[in-house]
Nanobody, 127 residues
Framework: QVQLVESGGGLVQAGGSLRLSCAVS????????MGWFRQAPGKEREFVAG????????YYADSVKGRFTISRDNVKNTVYLQMNSLEVEDTAVYYC????????????????????WGQGTQVAVSS
């Protein structure tokens, strides 16, 4: 079993920055990849960013490329999402995700590519 605990969400003005953290506990030795999804009110859940745990390779949604950076600390078993130049459209609940196997993807960008989900942390960007 794996537990994911997110933190770092909040309210920020457009153009500002936030850093999300996700601490992993449990069967961390089986980590293949981790990432972040988000879901805005009335919209489907969408992929934001992912990272290969062993290689550190990253993959981003086009909507956040150049503004968001995903990183991981293998010792602390924590994944981060640094969000800069935030836009009102980035307002959503952000979910940390954990994949134990590849299932054919280098870095999954679809919900079914991940085995565990965090509870979510709210990010609100005001104009």
């Amino acid at each position: 079993q794996v537990q994911l605990v997110e933190s770092g969400g909040g309210l920020v003005q457009a153009g500002g920055s936030l850093r999300l953290s996700c601490a992993v506990s449990g069967r961390t030795f089986s980590t293949y990849a981790m990432g972040w999804f988000r879901q805005a009110p009335g919209k489907e859940r969408e992929f934001v960013a992912g990272i290969s745990w062993s290689l550190g390779s990253t993959y981003y949604a086009d909507s956040v490329k150049g503004r968001f950076t995903i990183s991981r600390d293998n010792v602390k078993n924590t994944v981060y999402l640094q969000m800069n130049s935030l836009e009102v459209e980035d307002t959503a609940v952000y979910y940390c995700v954990f994949a134990a196997t590849s299932r054919g993807w280098l870095i999954p960008a679809v919900p079914r590519g991940y085995d565990y989900w965090g509870q979510g942390t709210q990010v609100a960007v005001s104009s």
